[in-house]
């Protein structure tokens, strides 16, 4: 069993930063990817960043050259560094780990306003 715990998020004005952390706890197991995702209100989950466990990053256009994925595999813990955050950055950001299965935190809210 894998847990995630993610925390970090808040209430930010546009233009403000924040860090997300996850945190992973429970049994060693062979994670390849970890990712943040992020759900906005009436909108589909999206994916916003992934790191693999060679430290090989991917983000989604909307956030290149304002956040930043570290950490994760073979660590026990992930981070996103949020920059210039955007009203449209507003959702529930979610960690996920993925190997044989794929794991899932609880979510943490980030509400940016204008």
């Known amino acids: 069993q894998v847990t995630l715990v993610e925390s970090g998020g808040g209430l930010v004005q546009a233009g403000g930063s924040l860090t997300l952390t996850c945190k992973r706890t429970g049994v060693a197991v062979r994670i390849n990817t970890m990712a943040w995702y992020r759900q906005a209100p009436g909108k589909q989950r999206e994916l916003v960043a992934t790191?693999?466990?060679?430290?090989?990053?991917n983000y989604v256009d909307s956030v290149k050259g304002r956040f930043t994925i570290s950490g994760g595999s073979p660590g026990n813990t992930l981070y996103l560094q949020m920059n210039n955050l955007k009203p449209e950055d507003t959702g529930v950001y979610y960690c996920?780990?993925?190997?044989?299965?794929?794991?899932w935190g609880q979510g943490t809210q980030v509400t940016v306003s204008s």
């Open positions: 790191i693999s466990s060679v430290g090989s990053t």
């Open positions: 996920q780990a993925a190997g044989g299965f794929e794991y």
